[in-house]
């Protein structure tokens, strides 16, 4: 059996307006996708998932725009649902969208709990659920998890203790899901070289991860960058279909295990 390939595919993407969202949208375009659903949270994030959105259509590619929190389950389904009565069929599903709280353990409020729960185990959860009841046979899902899920490291319990649930979400939609022949895996990347990552970290952490990979030194600023790991978006849909139910870390070296 031939590997999929992304000649005239529909993806959705979860924060799909800017950074690696936007990425993966841009190469899926090139490698042939069809048409486009990105998705964005807030306001904020409006003007720059329209850009994005115009830039990809003068590719050639017919492309939706999807505001909603989804934290909120009723935005997943109607997210897929629309989706699918706009272009007919859906293959693919990336989630790149997540919240990152860093607080030493003593200071978490319930809000930032449920913050970061909501944004990383709960939206996730409903966005693998809703994917995977309307994605097309041998379709493919990708959620961005983290790699420090294999750190050490003090002040982050919530970030990656959220991402967590994903790796058994994970496995368990993989085995779900294989059925129809759609694999789902997630991908932990190292800090990345984004707004993202610098918006909670002091300039001496930012000093320590930036030098803590083991391929830290090849890069033009240490940290993980969107470019190390679209490829590996793309790979995942296409000739790696056959990987599924992993967690795949790519990050230099930063975690391993």
């Known amino acids: 059996m031939s590997h999929p390939t992304l000649q005239g595919k529909v993806a959705v993407i979860a924060g799909g307006g800017k950074n690696l969202g936007a990425l993966v949208a841009s190469q899926f375009v090139q490698a042939g996708a069809r048409g486009l659903v990105l998705h964005y949270n807030s306001d904020g994030s409006r003007a720059e998932t329209e850009k994005t959105a115009a830039a990809l259509r003068e590719q050639g590619a017919e492309v939706l725009t999807f505001q909603g929190d989804l934290a909120v389950v009723a935005n997943n389904v109607k997210l897929f649902d629309q989706a699918r009565s706009h272009f007919g069929e859906v293959n693919i599903a990336i989630n790149t969208a997540g919240v990152v709280i860093k607080k030493p353990i ?55 203790g959220s991402k967590a649930a994903v790796e058994h979400y994970t496995r368990a939609a993989s085995k779900e899901f294989g059925e129809r022949g759609i694999s789902v895996n997630a991908i932990g990347p190292g800090p990345m070289d984004t707004p993202f990552f610098y918006g909670q970290e002091s300039k001496e952490a930012v000093a320590y991860h930036s030098t803590a990979a083991a391929l830290s030194k090849y890069t033009r600023t240490g940290l993980t960058h969107i470019e190390d790991i679209a490829p590996i978006v793309k790979f995942l849909v296409t000739e790696g279909w056959w990987i599924t139910g992993q967690t795949l870390f790519a990050n230099g070296g930063y975690t391993t295990r």
Request: hydrophobic share 50%; aromatic share 16%; no cysteine.
């Open 106 to 160: 003593a200071e978490v409020t319930e809000a930032d709990y449920d913050k970061s729960f909501d944004a990383n185990a709960k939206a996730a959860f409903f966005f693998l659920q809703q994917a995977g009841r309307v994605l097309a046979e041998r379709g493919s899902i990708v959620t961005i998890v983290s790699s420090l899920l294999a750190a050490y490291t003090p002040f982050y319990a919530i970030y990656p």
